[in-house]
T-cell receptor, first 116, second 114 residues
Framework: DQQVKQNSPSLSVQEGRISILNCDYT??????FLWYKKYPAEGPTFLIS?????DKNEDGRFTVFLNKSAKHLSLHIVPSQPGDSAVYFC???????????????FGKGTLLTVNP | ETGVTQSPTHLIKTRGQQVTLRCSSQ?????VSWYQQALGQGPQFIFQ???????GRGNFPPRFSGLQFPNYSSELNVNALELDDSALYLC?????????????FGPGTRLTVL
């Protein structure tokens, strides 16, 4: 039973255009959502997060949108760069009294390829 | 800061054997979480250690066990290996109740069970 789903195994975009990666979740108890980026032979690297009390969080070229009623979040990368090519994981957490719990539930990942 | 390191990088075992994987935490971090990433899947939470005590466990059988040492390094032990245990094993270190951008993953140990 997958509680966090990334239904697109791969996405290909042109350099300079927008990349939109999608994620759905089923557990309404999740209250923190994260995106990680993973290069081959490296561990996942934290990219951006959003609390369930917000609907948008922005950090430079990366913006995460959260739609709680639809149990859906998305990561927008604008503009996309070839160095963004990696596997992107969506993850969810249950906060521990307002602090990070670090017991993450991950999706299967989406391989993003940004073509020059 | 030395980052999170894991050893060995790769490992091949046969069914029924036992394996120990090691993780050295980021300096100053007192929490270690272990994940299993099977091929084509996302990482799956195995368990977490906080100050040498198990602090939560995912849906993994008891033959998956762990330790955290006073220096906060950690071991993952798997007994009676099965073919489905073949995966990338990731550890992540953090300090309790800090933000997610201060949790760091190691590069993983690739375990193959034949």
């Amino acid at each position: 039973d997958q509680q966090v789903k990334q239904n697109s195994p791969s996405l290909s975009v042109q350099e300079g255009r927008i990349s939109i990666l999608n994620c759905d979740y089923t557990n309404s108890m999740f209250d923190y959502f994260l995106w990680y980026k993973k290069y081959p032979a490296e561990g996942p690297t934290f990219l951006i997060s959003i609390s369930s009390i917000k609907d948008k969080n922005e950090d430079g070229r990366f913006t995460v949108f959260l739609n709680k009623s639809a149990k859906h979040l998305s990561l927008h990368i604008v503009p996309s760069q070839p160095g963004d090519s990696a596997v992107y994981f969506c993850a969810a957490d249950l906060s521990n009294s307002g602090g990070s719990n670090y017991k993450l539930t991950f999706g299967k990942g989406t391989l993003l390829t940004v073509n020059p | 800061e030395t980052g999170v390191t894991q050893s060995p990088t790769h490992l091949i075992k046969t069914r029924g054997q036992q394996v120990t994987l090691r993780c050295s935490s980021q300096s100053g971090h007192n929490t270690v979480s272990w994940y299993q990433q099977a091929l084509g899947q996302g990482p799956q939470f195995i368990f977490q250690y906080y100050r040498e005590e198990e602090n939560g466990r995912g849906n993994f059988p008891p033959r998956f066990s762990g330790l955290q040492f006073p220096n906060y390094s950690s071991e993952l032990n798997v007994n009676a290996l099965e073919l489905d245990d073949s995966a990338l094993y990731l550890c992540a270190s953090s300090r309790a109740v800090l933000s997610y951008n201060e949790q760091f993953f190691g590069p993983g140990t690739r375990l193959t069970v034949l």
